[in-house]
Nanobody, 117 residues
Framework: QVLLVESGGGVVETGGSLRLSCSIF????????MVWFRQAPGKERDFVAG????????RYADSVQGRFTISRDNAEKMVYLQMISLKPEDTAVYSC??????????WGQGTQVIVSS
């Protein structure tokens, strides 16, 4: 079982920045791809950004490309999502996901991000 704890959410004005953090409580952290998802009120959960187990590859949703940056520090067991130029449509609960395969797939509780217009 992998425990994931997100932090760093809050309320920010349009154009502002936030950095989300995901603490990973597991000794095998280095084998998982890490992904950030978000879910806005009344909508389905959407992919935001993902990073490979070694941090050498990353991918972003079109809606956040160029504004969000995912990174990881396996030694510190942390994953980050740096968000700049935030828009009201970025308002959502952001969740961290550790993925190895369909059997080993873990989620955090999420952190709320609110972007005021």
């Amino acid at each position: 079982q992998v425990l994931l704890v997100e932090s760093g959410g809050g309320v920010v004005e349009t154009g502002g920045s936030l950095r989300l953090s995901c603490s990973i409580f597991d000794r095998t952290v280095g084998i998982y791809a890490m992904v950030w998802f978000r879910q806005a009120p009344g909508k389905e959960r959407d992919f935001v950004a993902g990073i490979s187990w070694d941090g050498n590859a990353s991918r972003y949703a079109d809606s956040v490309q160029g504004r969000f940056t995912i990174s990881r520090d396996n030694a510190e067991k942390m994953v980050y999502l740096q968000m700049i130029s935030l828009k009201p449509e970025d308002t959502a609960v952001y969740s961290c996901n550790a993925f190895l395969n369909t059997l080993y797939n873990y989620w955090g509780q999420g952190t709320q991000v609110i972007v005021s217009s």
